[in-house]
């Protein structure tokens, strides 16, 4: 096998894996990159060095992704590390959370940008507790696609039957979560079995093998290609054009968070209300007639409004939620607990306003999903609905609909710590207010 | 009916340009860190891509070791100029002079020695962020590395306390002395990087391509022979027909044997490469954690 060459048009699939130590998340990982040829000969001559010193001599394959002193000294995991690896089909990013520590804030963070999820069972342990708080936390996450790799099917003599049953288990909590794609498939990690070759021990799984599956996945549609949005993040005006026909120009850049955008359509601009129409989408190649989430592009509006950095264009006909009264879904990231009352910063697509988080409602049980109620406080890896109240409305989507304007970052003023994640639920009718047409 | 998906270019593409201009926007001096590297190449076209027809919102920064390949230099001056962007270049020679930066005994190599040089050019023109073009998968410590890298007032990375970034949030925020290091390739593979220079047909300086040279048989690798470290009377002298993948400090910059021309000829040695890009920079060998030693002192 050879890696990607620029003859063949790839595209870019990032999954997160998440697991402990015995799991035999690190051999997958291994494996993955091992067969696919991604991993060179000075990596493998260094993992024997660091083996010789402090392993007794054997290679231990987590090393390559525990690449800090202290990960390799205590053998932990601190953090998320992403690996990368491509195939004649596909480019990989790979991000790789530790199983133990801090488990739910750094599976957030990988799962954040993932389209697929893996998680790893151990073929004679079945469904543990584990295994639903991974599925759980993709599910609140809303990743696309799940991977369930029922692995060390050596162990079992290739039993049919125990992968049927496993499968079993976890189809039954399935129902309550929000995955539209999964997939099962029997693995040996160890070995080699299904990973990348087909296994001879299991005739009876007419599937794809893991890579197989991670190189044909459908990802085209992971992206909201249905609304159009585009928050204002920088606003173009060139002071001296060398081209003097671009003096006038007033361009509005930023990243398609969602839909299409075609020269000639009419949009909103939002909080404002202001009416224009597309009247070019330039880049740097020349100027295009459509483009689409998640590009970035620089947009010219028919008429010169006054637009600014964290304003919203959108499609005229399609507006989404706007209010200073939020509802949303967060994961706690801070060692200090999240207190109401106290006023955070909230950063949202190309905007940070004060807030404060006015109440909290619940708290989400990872394992079982139930909601728990008269919580007073979110506590580091915690996940709950919360109510917050901002000192600006936000201009936003519910996340299950766009992942972009949905979501949001909490930041503690004075020590600026990321302390949390949230996902706003759905806007309520009263924050769907008519806007009254200022069309020039 | 139509595709609308993006190739990996594309996405890797589109999540720099996003960056970099989310770094325009919530700072207020920052920079680009512009060596004539092929990493900092891509950033520069980056650059053009997310702030045309405007200029590029900030000047460029060179932490010179004194000890370039001068290609490089000619190189980085030429297109500093065709973009019209202000460059400024803080050598570390001037800093050894006016003891900035003090050499270690037996220290030849520089690269360490960017380290105060940097810092120094950070404080002199007051910079709150520095974009590089690092990637993660240079280095096993990079791997763990945040596209904004927070460093405190003496410009260390603590990577047991990194800010979390989920989705393409990023927490830019600062108190006065602090500064933010930002990498919009965090994403790309050395693999990407050829393909984008091909795509986006840029010029890259003429050492990255196949040519004749002198060198001198060091530490288990193939390294220019220079006036600045002669060979020594038992060290192996040879003229190769050569190319550096990755460039640093001349003396410790392995040449590979490579009849590669081209970019197409590049991007399909690595495609056969059986050894990283780094293997061949003899300043991450010292120790298994020296990359992750001089980031947390400074470095990118």
């Keep these: 096998m050879t890696t990607a060459t620029h003859q063949n048009k790839v595209d870019l699939l990032r999954f997160n894996t998440c697991g402990s130590v015995d799991d035999g998340k690190s051999t997958l990982i291994g494996r993955l990159l091992y067969d696919s040829k991604s991993l060179m000969e000075d990596q493998i001559e260094a993992l024997e060095r660091s083996a010789d010193i402090t392993g007794g001599g054997q290679i231990n394959l987590a090393n390559l992704t525990d690449g800090l002193r202290a990960e390799r000294e205590q053998g932990i ?13 596909r480019k990989f990013i790979i991000a790789d959370t530790p199983g133990h520590v801090q488990y739910t804030r750094n599976m957030v963070t990988g799962a954040s940008t993932a389209n697929l999820s893996i998680i790893l069972i151990d073929a004679r342990q079945g469904v543990i507790e584990q295994s639903r708080r991974h599925a759980i936390i993709a599910s609140l996450l809303r990743i696309p696609h799940l991977v369930v790799a029922i692995n060390k099917m050596d162990l079992v003599d ?9 499968k079993d288990q976890f189809e039954e909590f399935l129902p309550r979560l929000d995955i539209k794609d999964v997939k099962f498939i029997p693995v040996s990690a160890l070995k080699g079995d299904n990973i990348v070759t087909h296994s001879e021990h299991t005739p009876w799984y007419p599937g794809p093998t893991l890579l197989g599956h991670l190189e044909t996945v459908h990802i085209a549609s992971d992206w909201n290609l249905t609304n159009f949005r585009f928050p204002v993040q920088w606003v173009n005006r060139p002071n001296n054009p060398t081209d003097h026909s671009l003096h006038d120009f007033r361009g509005l850049s930023g990243q398609i968070a969602g839909g299409i955008v075609r020269v000639g359509q009419k949009v909103m601009v939002l909080p404002s209300g202001f009416s224009s129409t597309i009247k070019q989408i ?41 209010s200073s009264d939020l509802h949303a879904k967060i994961c706690w990231m801070n060692p200090r607990p999240l207190t109401p009352g106290k006023q955070y910063l909230l950063k949202h697509t190309t905007q940070t306003v004060k807030a404060a988080v006015t109440a909290i409602e619940n708290r989400i049980n990872i394992s079982t999903l139930d909601k728990e109620e008269g919580i007073t406080e979110l506590a580091m890896n915690d996940l709950g609905e919360v109510r917050i109240k901002t000192a600006k409305a936000l201009i936003f989507d519910g996340y299950a609909t766009n ?6 970052i909490l930041i503690e003023p004075g020590t600026n710590s990321t302390v949390a994640a949230g996902m706003l639920l759905p806007p309520t009718e009263a924050a769907r207010p008519e806007y009254k047409d200022f069309a020039i | ?44 076209r980056l650059a053009e891509k997310a702030f045309r027809p405007s200029d590029i919102p900030m000047p460029f920064l060179n932490v010179a070791t004194g000890h370039e390949f001068h290609e490089l230099l000619e190189f980085r001056d030429r297109r500093a100029k065709q973009l019209n962007a202000k460059l400024i270049v803080r050598t570390v020679d001037e800093a050894l002079e006016n003891g900035i930066a003090v050499q270690a005994p037996g220290q030849v190599s520089r690269n360490q020695l960017q380290i105060p040089v940097l810092l120094a050019a950070i404080e002199e023109f007051r910079f709150d962020a520095c974009i590089g073009g690092a990637r993660r998968d240079e280095e096993k410590a990079r791997a763990k590395e945040r596209f904004f890298s927070f460093r405190d007032s003496f410009g260390q990375w603590d990577p047991k306390n990194q800010r979390p970034e989920i989705w393409n949030l990023y927490n830019g925020r600062l108190n006065p002395g602090e500064n933010m290091r930002v990498f919009p390739l965090s994403n790309w593979t050395e693999m990407d990087v050829w393909e984008y220079i091909k795509r986006e047909n840029l010029e890259v300086p003429s050492i990255y391509f196949s040519h004749k ?37 001349i003396i410790s910059t392995g040449c590979v044997e490579s ?42």
């Design chain 1, 282 to 322: 330039w880049t740097l190649d020349g100027a295009v007639e459509e483009a689409f989430s998640p590009q970035s592009v620089t947009l010219v509006l028919e008429h010169d409004l006054d637009i600014s950095r964290g304003d919203v264009i959108v499609d005229a006909a399609d507006l989404p939620g706007s």
């Design chain 2, 213 to 249: 040279r002198c060198c001198v048989r060091r530490g288990g690798q193939w390294v220019p022979d220079t006036e600045l470290m002669p060979a020594k009377p038992n060290e192996e002298v040879k003229e190769m027909i050569v190319r550096v993948r990755t460039i640093g400090d």
């Design chain 1, 403 to 408: 992942r972009l304007t949905g979501s949001f």
């Design chain 2, 259 to 300: 009849p590669a021309s081209n970019c197409d000829d590049i991007i399909a040695e690595i495609a056969a490469a059986r050894v990283t890009e780094r293997g061949s920079r003899a300043d991450d060998k010292v120790s298994e954690a020296a990359m992750e030693d001089r980031k947390k002192a400074g470095y990118f």
């Design chain 1, 77 to 89: 995991t601190i953090d998320v590390a992403y690996r990368y690896f491509a195939t004649p089909h």
């Design chain 1, 158 to 166: 290739w039993k049919e039957e125990r992968f049927l049953e496993i």
């Design chain 2, 1 to 44: 009916m139509k595709c609308y998906h993006l190739d990996h270019l594309d996405y890797l593409e589109t999540e720099a340009i996003h960056i970099m201009r989310e770094v325009a926007s919530e700072f207020e001096r920052p920079a680009i860190l512009f060596s004539g590297g092929k990493d900092s190449i891509c950033l520069l």
